[in-house]
């Protein structure tokens, strides 16, 4: 039976790059960390030999030469992409090359783009009702805030890149109401976040497979 609580997660790529001149040799570097974007939606999507199609992945790319652009993985449409970082960047790479709109278009399967800023795609979540949580090494720890009976709401996870998602945003969430959350004393790379998320997630069974006939 199929539950309804989604996981998402939205990433705010400070140098990704925004346009399809994607260079699969330089993920890094010209584009921008890219490679960091990869392995987040690896880390949001795979694992061994299945697929979280629980989730919703976004990444907001603020890079050269034509910020914003917003990408929307969808687990429960993704067909094709696999786990490594090349792959995903080509899948990548294809959306970037296409034209952005106010909203949403398809790229492949379950992959859209569109001309979105990182805090107009918060507040949609926001308006849908969903709780948003900011993850933030010195947040309340997630054990304290999360449990089996708010697990069973869409929760939605923002967090940044190498380089954090600035002052000004911080303030944004504050005001909106977004609640820090801290999974670690220690200060995590963006795909280990969501790796750990999701495990703490998985524990406390907040899932989208449920076996109970609802
Ligand atoms: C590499 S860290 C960013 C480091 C950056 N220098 C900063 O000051 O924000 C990437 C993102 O992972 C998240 N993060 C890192 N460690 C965390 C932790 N212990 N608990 C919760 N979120 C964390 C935050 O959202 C952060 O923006």
Not at 39 to 56: E, G, I, M, P, Q
Not at 130 to 159: T, W
Request: charged letters at 30%; one cysteine or more.
């Amino acid at each position: 039976m199929h539950g309804e609580n989604l996981r998402e997660f939205i990433l705010k790529a400070n140098k990704a790059i925004t346009s399809g001149d994607v260079n699969l040799k330089d993920l890094p570097g010209s584009c921008g960390r890219l490679d960091l974007v990869c392995r987040c939606v690896s880390s949001a999507f795979f694992l061994s030999h299945d697929l979280r199609r629980d989730t919703v992945f976004y990444s907001v790319h603020y890079g050269n030469p034509n910020p914003p652009v917003a990408l929307k993985f969808v687990g429960s449409e993704l067909k094709r992409v696999s786990p490594d970082e090349r792959s995903i960047a080509i899948f990548i790479k294809k959306a970037l090359e296409k034209e952005h709109l106010s909203v949403w278009k398809e790229s492949t399967s379950g992959i859209y783009h569109a001309k979105k800023e990182f805090r107009d795609i918060i507040l949609e979540r926001k308006k849908e009702g969903k709780q948003i949580f900011y993850l933030h090494k010195n947040g309340v720890p997630i054990e304290d805030l999360i449990n089996p009976s708010n697990c069973k709401k869409d929760i939605v996870f923002v967090l940044g890149d190498h380089i954090g998602i600035g002052e000004e945003d911080e303030k944004f969430l504050d005001e909106i109401g977004a609640e820090r959350v801290s999974i670690s004393p220690l200060e995590l790379h963006a795909n280990q976040c969501i790796v750990i998320v999701h495990n703490i997630l998985d524990k406390i069974k907040c899932t989208y497979f449920s076996n109970s006939v609802s």
